[in-house]
């Protein structure tokens, strides 16, 4: 197979992957771009492909897109019928006629895609109301919004029903109202349609919001990739508070704070403990009760998506 060529595959069964990434690599000259990068999507998964700037991410998906070619490695797309068309792609730049009208857009590439028109009239209309763009079929792109030129373009790129959508910063720079819109039409389609989505972005709360799985790209190399409910920063155990139901007294503060030297008194009611050991937790919580301290609850510090992310970049994000 040539180098920038597909390996088009009939999908057989629910749960074949639908795009597997294996050893992917790109230099430009000297310096290196995608150094080894592997990940995998199954139906109805949304893969969060998340790094700074100049990480890697839009010469990953340049790649998958075939808009350039890769140096080594395989990319695997399993479709219904083995065809190339079963990618939908939204980029920056949107790929919009903006002389013509949102009906127009759509119109145009339901032809292209082969349906007649007694399919493509209801399919438009129905995928132009589940974005809020019904009324302004008849208007001209021109003069939409850049969150009504998002939701067109979205809804443009799932047109021909893909296998695999890929969003580049979709969200980017867009209305609150469309932003709603956006991430409740596709994670429907996400799960009615039994597709899968790769995502980029450098929002962590869309992210969040919208993905199962996380690969986190930094310096053209995969330096986390996980489910998002198990996603962690593994090489950092998580703070543990201890929150008590009435203050402690100074004496019992000064005792504690000289047997344990790794908490640190957020007040007098809640204590946080880092570098701990379950015998150290059970120890520090027997103590207190000794001291007729009353514990309310011992919860652990979970790691917010951000957190992590910045953690795996050494905390540089540019």
């Not at 790109?26 to 771009?33: N, W």
């Not at 809804?155 to 021909?160: G, P, Q, R």
Request: proline share 2%; with cysteine.
């Amino acid at each position: 197979m040539e180098k920038g060529e597909y390996d088009f595959i009939t999908i057989i069964h629910k749960d074949m992957n639908i795009l597997q990434v294996r050893n992917l690599k790109k230099k430009y000259g000297k310096q290196i771009v995608l150094n080894d990068i592997s990940f995998q999507l199954q139906r109805g998964d949304v893969l969060g492909y998340i790094g700074p700037n100049g990480s890697g991410k839009t010469t990953t998906i340049k790649i998958i897109c075939d808009l350039i070619k890769k140096d080594d490695g395989e990319i695997t797309i399993y479709s219904r019928e083995g065809q190339k068309q079963n990618i939908g792609v939204v980029f920056e730049g949107l790929g919009l006629y903006k002389r013509l009208t949102a009906w127009e857009n759509l119109e145009f590439a339901a032809k292209l895609a082969g349906y007649n028109e007694n399919v493509y009239k209801n399919m438009i209309l129905n995928l132009l109301d589940q974005v809020n763009l019904l009324d302004v079929r008849d208007k001209i792109v021109k003069n939409f919004s850049k969150g009504m030129a998002k939701r067109l373009s979205i809804i443009l790129a799932v047109l021909h029903d893909p296998t695999l959508l890929i969003l580049d910063e979709p969200f980017d720079g867009i209305d609150t109202k469309s932003h709603h819109d956006l991430i409740n039409f596709l994670k429907e389609w996400v799960k009615e349609k039994e597709r899968a989505i790769l995502f980029t972005s450098h929002d962590m709360a869309d992210v969040d919001a919208l993905c199962n799985k996380i690969a986190i790209i930094d310096k053209g190399k995969i330096v986390e990739y996980s489910d998002k409910a198990s996603i962690s920063i593994q090489d950092e155990l998580p703070n543990i508070f201890i929150s008590l139901y009435y203050p402690l007294e100074d004496k019992i503060l000064k005792d504690i704070k000289d047997q344990y030297n790794n908490l640190h008194i957020i007040n007098t009611s809640l204590i946080e403990v880092s570098h701990h050991t379950p015998a150290m937790i059970n120890k520090l919580a027997l103590d207190l009760i000794n001291q007729q301290q009353f514990i309310k609850e011992i919860y652990f510090d979970k790691k917010s998506l951000e957190d992590i992310y910045l953690h795996k970049i050494g905390g540089n994000d540019k």
